[in-house]
């Protein structure tokens, strides 16, 4: 039987054979202009922290002040955390809007639907040191309930932690 002649087969191939340009023309789309600048503030806040990490009162003052690290007409701000998956320690070691949560454990904190973020953010950079997550959060701007998406990049600090930092932004509902 010539399999190029039954329709099945050449139907079952075109299909396979174009999902993985479906894919790379998905994979080389351009990002939303506001995941650009997210990502953005995270390659500049890396910098920074790779620098004055033996500092992170500097580190600190940065995050709530200096321009490159936040885009208030847009929501954006900067989140870092230090981590220890055995420990099960997801530390705040910065925040640029809620300061009040620097050297609380976030580790066993659960999304709204019962995901342990924190965990799984531990987990991604261990595995790829940097990407994108997205889960629902409360937006201290709104303080409404929103899907947001995320873009963290690990770094290990000079005392020897591992962290990282991270930005979002909120969609749109």
């Not at 300061?99 to 342990?116: A, D, Y």
């Amino acid at each position: 039987m010539n399999f190029w002649a039954n329709p099945l087969f050449l139907i079952i191939w075109l299909v396979i054979g174009l999902i993985p340009v479906a894919d790379a023309q998905q994979q080389s789309r351009p990002l939303p202009a506001v995941a650009e600048k997210t990502k953005a503030i995270v390659e500049a806040v890396h910098a920074f922290v790779n620098v004055h990490s033996n500092d992170m009162s500097t580190v600190q003052h940065a995050l709530q002040t200096h321009p490159d690290f936040f885009d208030r007409d847009k929501n954006l701000y900067v989140f870092m955390h230090c981590y220890n998956i055995e420990k099960k320690e997801a530390i705040c070691c910065g925040q640029a809007v809620r300061p009040e949560l620097i050297g609380k454990n976030m580790w066993h904190l659960r999304t709204p639907n019962g995901r342990l973020l924190f965990y799984e953010i531990a987990r991604m950079i261990e595995k790829e040191g940097q990407g994108w997550i997205q889960y629902d959060w409360l937006n201290p701007y709104t303080n409404t309930l929103q899907t947001k998406c995320s873009y963290l990049k690990g770094i290990v600090l000079k005392d020897g932690r591992k962290a990282w930092v991270g930005c979002g932004f909120w969609q749109k509902k």
